[in-house]
């Protein structure tokens, strides 16, 4: 069964940089499509990136409050997906997520357990 | 971007009653191929989102058969038969047709 297992949050201060981690393990990798999601302290869901497979194209997707400052790749080699991000503000402060859709075409089935990225001086 | 609306915000439901959520979309969710990218998740509290339902009315492997999905177009509901104590958390609605991907406010089913 797939697991993703994200890592790398923690503070920083507002316009510092931080890069979260997803390790992906149990299901093929490379042929996934992989999204980014965040989540504010009592908040709803909000997505943040996807990045598709390089097969497909590697083509990369940004929400608008987050295009120009963060930046998703990933390393097949190594089942890993990376959320770069900089200009850290406030309102970044939030869980993330890695999701991937492996079985339900276009829904998230497979949801890390999240990171705590917390922007605050 | 597609704006996902859901109603109600809570909603109180006793056990063994059954529970529904609305979801809208700002527009149609259809594609041309036929597809319709609109599924349903529960997170529960101090837990990551789980998939219930995708392409409207499809139960993710592992999900109960009380929870079903329906609608067409820009009107979508989540149905719960016969709430049980474990279904207490909020449940989002989502649509995937389109670049950026938007959920629903959530719908926070609390038991009374």
């Known amino acids: 069964e797939g697991q993703l297992v994200e890592s790398g949050g923690g503070l920083v201060r507002p316009g510092e940089s931080l890069r979260l981690s997803c390790a992906a393990s149990g299901f093929t990798f490379s042929n996934a499509w992989m999204n980014w999601v965040r989540q504010a302290p009592g908040k709803g869901l909000e997505w943040v990136a996807r990045?598709?497979?390089?097969?497909?194209?590697?083509?990369?997707h940004y929400a608008a409050p987050v295009k120009g400052r963060f930046t998703v790749s990933r390393d097949d080699s190594k089942n890993m997906l990376y959320l770069q991000m900089n200009s850290l503000q406030t309102e970044d402060t939030a869980v993330y997520y890695c999701?991937?859709?492996?079985?339900?075409?276009?829904?998230?089935?497979?949801w890390g357990q999240g990171s705590l990225v917390t922007v605050s001086s | 971007d597609i704006v996902m609306t859901q109603t109600p915000l809570s909603s109180p439901v006793t056990l063994g009653q059954p529970a529904s959520i609305s979801c809208r979309s700002s527009q149609s969710l259809a594609l041309s191929n036929g597809n319709t990218f609109l599924s349903w998740l529960q997170q529960r509290p101090g837990q990551p989102p789980r998939l219930l339902i995708y392409?409207?009315?499809n139960r993710f492997s592992g999900v109960p058969d009380r929870f079903s999905g329906s609608g067409a177009g820009t009107d979508f509901t989540l149905k719960i038969s016969r709430v049980e104590a474990e279904d207490v958390g909020i449940y989002y609605c989502m649509q995937a047709t389109q670049i950026p991907y938007t959920f629903g406010q959530g719908t926070k089913l609390e038991i009374e």
């Open positions: 999701a991937t859709s492996m079985e339900a075409p276009g829904a998230f089935d497979y």
């Open positions: 392409k409207i009315s």
């Open positions: 990045i598709i497979s390089k097969s497909a194209g590697g083509a990369i």
